[in-house]
């Protein structure tokens, strides 16, 4: 039965029309010399260490919306050029690498890379941050790609200060833990795909110790258990057909199975970085981002 809706949801969204780009995905806005676009480097304090992030500023005067996008296992694909399309589009972008990730102190763990998210989510409502960086409270919404969609969901369906959440092909920790615990004659092909591109981005892990830590929290970090509360937010999971479309395919469903549900589903044919799909994502984010913006947000 399961086998059969992920069928029909996928042809479902295979289906769907093709929207034009929204112009911040493809032109750059005029300059404002006031008030212009800017970097700034910022570390955030976690449990002692301080981490390595980058505050992208959208250009104009005022509070802005406000997205923390969070990279994936181990961060080599950071999205950035959907966090400029998203800047472009009017809002501020807060990227970071977990500890003990690219350079940031400390010892790497997925357990740890949760708690650096509660960081830096708390830091972005701290207020010299909101001053400094002009943070509308009121519209923060927090992203993650794979590993990070996963922290991104776990962290949305547990606090109500977030205006919504964005999952690109999430990683289902959870599940992968359980599928490896139900046959273990898998477990070192997975610990090899799963530390395939590790190189040296990481710190104090390897891909046993990870997979160790996905099977000890099999039951408790099964992104399906986060459904009712996730679904009373607004949510967007883009899904790849050739990426982690088997997980990514029940966790839509049972978003949109909850009563009053607040989600678009969509699924590129592209691999799990969408390496050909990336207009194409930009322009279904910053689209999705729209309903959320300010009035002053360019168009």
Do not use: C
């Not at 740890?112 to 830096?120: L, S, T």
């Not at 549900?261 to 969509?266: D, E, L, N, P, S």
Request: proline share 6%; no cysteine; charged share 20%.
């Amino acid at each position: 039965m399961q086998t059969r809706l992920a069928a029909a949801l996928l042809a479902a969204v295979l289906a769907a029309p093709v929207f034009a780009a929204p112009r911040a995905v493809v032109a750059d806005p005029p300059r404002d010399a006031a008030h212009p676009a800017r970097n700034r480097q910022v570390l955030i304090l976690s449990h002692g260490d301080g981490m390595n992030a980058l505050f992208m500023l959208a250009a104009g005067a005022g509070p802005k919306p406000t997205m923390v996008l969070l990279h994936g296992l181990p961060g080599n694909e950071q999205n950035l050029d959907l966090a400029q399309a998203v800047r472009r589009a009017g809002w501020n972008v807060l990227t970071l690498h977990y500890r003990g990730s690219w350079g940031s102190p400390g010892r790497f763990s997925l357990a740890g890379a949760g708690e650096d998210v509660e960081a830096a989510m708390a830091y972005l409502r701290r207020p010299d941050t909101v001053a400094q960086y002009g943070v509308d409270l009121h519209r923060i919404v927090v992203a993650g790609h794979s590993m990070g969609g996963f922290f991104a969901a776990r962290y949305a369906a547990t606090h109500d200060d977030v205006a919504g959440v964005v999952l690109l092909d999430p990683w289902n920790i959870g599940a992968t833990g359980k599928d490896v615990a139900a046959h273990p004659e898998t477990r070192q092909d997975a610990i090899a795909d799963l530390g395939d591109d590790f190189g040296n981005s990481l710190a104090g892990t390897d891909a046993a110790m990870l997979m160790a830590e996905a099977e000890r929290h099999a039951r408790d970090w099964d992104l399906l258990g986060t459904a009712p509360a996730l679904a009373g937010k607004p949510v967007l999971i883009v899904g790849a057909e050739h990426g982690n479309a088997a997980q990514v395919l029940p966790l839509a469903a049972a978003l949109e199975a909850q009563r009053g549900a607040q989600v678009r589903a969509v699924t590129l044919p592209s691999d799990h970085a969408f390496a050909d799909q990336r207009i194409g994502l930009a322009g279904i984010v910053v689209d999705w981002l729209a309903a959320r913006r300010p009035r002053t947000a360019p168009k």
